[in-house]
Structure formats: C-alpha cells, structure tokens
C-alpha cells in the first residue's frame, strides 16, 4: 500500500513538471540585399570542398592527407567527442539509478564497549546485499535544462571542429598558394639571372676592346650577385613554408618534399553567396550561438535552485549473522520519497542566479560581435579582391612595357647608341614590375582563398530545432 501511495505522488510531480529557463529569443540583424563591394558576382551556394576550384591534383591531395594526419585537427576531434561523453552523462539524470551494495563480515564486540548488553554475543557475523533504486523528480526542469545545455555545448563543440577543419585548410590552400608563388618567382629569377650574366660577358667583352668603360663591368656584376641574393632569399621563404606544409599534414618536415613545379596556378571561380545566409554558413558564428542557447538554459538552472528537490529512495535485500541471505525470512527493503529545500543560504543562490544572467549578456555580446566579424572578414575580402584585381592589371601592363624597354635598351647598347647604366636602369625597372605582377598574383589567389574562409567554405550546420543562427531579418534596402 505504501508503494502505490509513493508512485502516485511521483506521478503527479512528474505531471506537474515544469521548465523555469527563459523564452530563448537569439538577437536578429537586419542584412543588406547585397555585399557592399563586389555585389554583383555573390548569389547561390559555394560547394565544401572548395580547394577544388583550383584545380589542382597535388593540392587535393594535401588537403586530403591534412584531413587523416593533422594533430590540431585530432585533438578538436577529441574535444568533440569528451563533450558528447558529458552529453551521455547529462543524460543519465532522466532515468533511475541502480546500485548493489554487498558485505561479508565477522566481528567481535570489545567487552567493555559501552552500552553492551550482558546477553550480546562476543563474536556475531554481518552479512548482508542490498540493491538500492534512486530516482530524481525533474518538476522544475533541472535536469532537462542540463541536458539542453550538454547539447548546446556538445553542438558548439561540433561547430567548432568544423571551424577547425576550415581555418587548416585554408591555411594549407595559402601556404600552397605562397609555394607555388615562390616556384613563379625563382623561375623569373633565373631567367633573369641568366640574361644578367650574358650582359656580363657582354660588358667584359666591350670593356677588354675598350668600347665601353671599367664601371659598366662593375654594374654587371652588382646585378648579377644581387639576383643570386634573391634567388636565395626567396628558396629560403620557400623552404619555410614547405616546413609548414609538412606540419600541417602531420609529417616531419625533414623528410618533406614538394617539387618545384613552373606552370602557375588556376584562378578559381567565384564562390557564391548572399549576406542573408552568410550566419547560416559561418561554423564559428554558429558555435557562438550554441553558447549563447545554452546561457539561456543555464538561468533555468540556477532558477531551479530556489525550489525544492524530490526523489524517491528504494532499497531492498537480505542480511543475516551467517550466510542465509537467499532465506526470505532475512529479507529487508525501505521505499520512500526525499526532499531537499532550501531555507538560507546567505544570499548564494541569487548570486548564481545573478552570475547566470551576466553569463548569458556575456554571450550575447559575443555572438553579435562574432557576427559582426563574419560581414567584415567578407566585405574586406572582397574589397581586397576588386583591388588587387585593378592592381593586377596596372602592373601586368607596367611588367610588358618595363621587358619591352629593356629588351631595346640592351639592344641600344648593343649598337653603341644607349649607356649600361641606361641598361641596368631598364633591366631592374623590368625586375621589379615583374616580380610585383608574380606578387599581385599570388595575393589575388590569397584574397580567393580569404574569402571562402569568410564565407564558411559552403558549411551547413547540423539540422536542429532550437538552432536559430538563421533568424536574420533582410532588409531591402529601406
């Protein structure tokens, strides 16, 4: 009787359950039709794997071995994973407890123990096993609104392995991009360093049949050595940012190699997209916003503690002085709920609840300005791209008329109608447009890269109801 009494009442608490987290209203950003710079080439979706667009096999490849290898890649897999363990453990509270509890023991009283009876035996045994049922009443939403914060933090988690994975790819597509920038460079460097040289031989040889003066050997071979300096200059950039290659497909750079490889790198397509889903593909504005939910849920908690605490209690099972614990007759049990209620505190739980709320302020301010961060990565990559673009132009025509003028200027000298110095005054303008043009390029290519990590590289976040990253008002322009 007593049983059906104890159920009924967990049965009412459990119908009277409530949830005291607040209304979970994610701040919302009014967006504008279109991105300020470049505005009319972003519309659609970018595709994940977006190092494709370079069409480049060797660089899939890199991609595919940082995704198996990488440490920093495996240790955000872990964190991932011990936040899905604290989900599991959150989880246990919904459902009863069931532990045993067993002991064999022989014991003797002291004969002057105090209180000891005259007929209480010297020696006695202290055999017993118990099974004990616990089981926690969720009425306030304690236990739920844990549970939803385990989530939260578990999906933020998840959120941020993607973001992980993103940021090393992109920084293995930039490094790849600097290399193959720098194999460019070296190869305009010997080329250049070789058509130094015959100036060289060409001054030496004019010099020897005294048409030209000693100073223009001398400005031949400055040329000449301070080409071999930035011959080697750029091998050592370029032997660095091999090394970073090599770390970040999680293999020793000693034993590392790239080839060096002259033909230049595909400009990839542009990725597409629209302001209005820039949140939806962002995994670290996403994480942000799994923060910011479970902030919510966590004044529920902190709520939850001005109220009292109910559970039910059973334990069943047998003891004896010997060893007859399968006789019924030494069968035990006890059956009865438990309340737990605050009285005083000294102000303690306020101030949890108090912290809670701040925390949940904190949150949000970090979540609109991580949103904040999201328009301006883009917007300053694709700024950086419409200039760079222009730039590129300038200096690809600047680059043709330089290796125009000192291709005559050399022939000029040839002939005896032009000075060395207006040579090497040509052939080093020609250098440096050049290179600058190879520059350009290799920072078009970064910008290209920049921006699909500003847009999220075509993410999707996990399908779930209380994900509200895509609640954005649009504007039109109003």
């Not at 060893?323 to 000294?346: C, H, K, Q, Y």
């Not at 979540?367 to 990565?377: K, N």
């Given at each position: ?326 006789d019924l007759a030494n069968s035990a049990w006890s059956v009865g709920p438990e309340v737990s209620m605050p009285i005083f505190d000294a102000g303690l739980r306020m101030a949890e609840l108090d912290a809670a709320h701040a925390d949940y302020r904190d949150a949000d301010g970090k979540y609109r300005s991580t949103v904040l961060a999201a328009f301006q990565e883009v917007e300053d990559s694709l700024a950086a791209m419409y200039w760079l673009a222009r730039e590129l132009r300038a200096l ?83």
């Amino acid at each position: 009787m007593m049983f059906l009494r104890v159920a009924a009442v967990a049965a009412v608490l459990c119908v009277a359950g409530c949830d005291l987290a607040p209304q979970y209203d994610p701040p919302s950003f009014t967006t504008p039709p279109q991105y300020k710079a470049g505005a009319n080439l972003l519309s659609g979706a970018s595709a994940p794997e977006w190092w494709r667009a370079f069409r480049d096999r060797e660089l899939d490849e890199l991609e595919d071995k940082l995704e198996s290898s990488n440490p920093d890649l495996a240790s955000a897999v872990a964190r991932y994973d011990r936040s899905r363990a604290f989900l599991a453990v959150a989880e246990t509270g919904l459902y009863p407890m069931l532990d045993f509890q067993g002991s064999l023991s022989e014991n003797r009283q002291s004969d002057h123990r105090p209180l000891r009876g005259k007929d209480l035996p010297n020696h006695y045994g202290s055999n017993q096993a118990f099974g004990v049922v616990s089981y926690e009443f969720d009425i306030w939403g304690r236990i739920r609104d844990r549970i939803a914060i385990a989530r939260a933090l578990s999906q933020a988690d998840q959120d941020l392995l993607d973001q992980t994975r993103l940021v090393l790819r992109a920084e293995l597509a930039r490094d790849y991009v600097l290399l193959r920038g720098f194999d460019q460079d070296t190869q305009l460097l010997t080329r250049t360093l070789k058509l130094y040289r015959d100036a060289l031989t060409l001054t030496r040889s004019r010099v020897e049949g005294h048409i030209a003066p000693p100073i223009d050997t001398e400005r031949a071979i400055v040329q000449v050595a301070n080409v071999e300096a930035q011959i080697a200059a750029v091998a050592q950039s370029r032997a660095k940012t091999e090394n970073a290659i090599a770390a970040l497909i999680g293999e020793p750079a000693s034993g590392f190699k790239i080839a060096v490889r002259q033909a230049p790198l595909a400009s990839p397509k542009l990725p597409r997209s629209a302001p209005s889903d820039l949140v939806e593909r962002r995994p670290d504005v996403a994480a942000s916003e799994r923060g910011l939910y479970a902030a919510s849920e966590a004044i529920g908690v902190a709520r939850s503690a001005f109220f009292p605490r109910f559970s039910i209690l059973l334990t069943g099972g047998t003891q004896d002085t010997h060893i007859r614990l399968t006789d019924l007759a030494n069968s035990a049990w006890s059956v009865g709920p438990e309340v737990s209620m605050p009285i005083f505190d000294a102000g303690l739980r306020m101030a949890e609840l108090d912290a809670a709320h701040a925390d949940y302020r904190d949150a949000d301010g970090k979540y609109r300005s991580t949103v904040l961060a999201a328009f301006q990565e883009v917007e300053d990559s694709l700024a950086a791209m419409y200039w760079l673009a222009r730039e590129l132009r300038a200096l690809s025509t600047s680059a043709t008329a330089a290796g125009n003028a000192s291709t005559m200027a050399l022939s000029l000298y040839r002939d005896g109608a032009a000075s060395f110095l207006d040579v090497v005054t040509a052939q080093d303008a020609a250098l440096s447009a050049e290179r600058a043009e190879i520059s350009a390029r290799t920072r078009v290519l970064e910008a290209n890269v920049q921006l699909m990590l500003a847009l999220g590289g075509g993410w999707r976040p996990q399908a779930d109801p209380t994900r509200q990253a895509s609640a954005m008002e649009t504007s039109n322009g109003k």
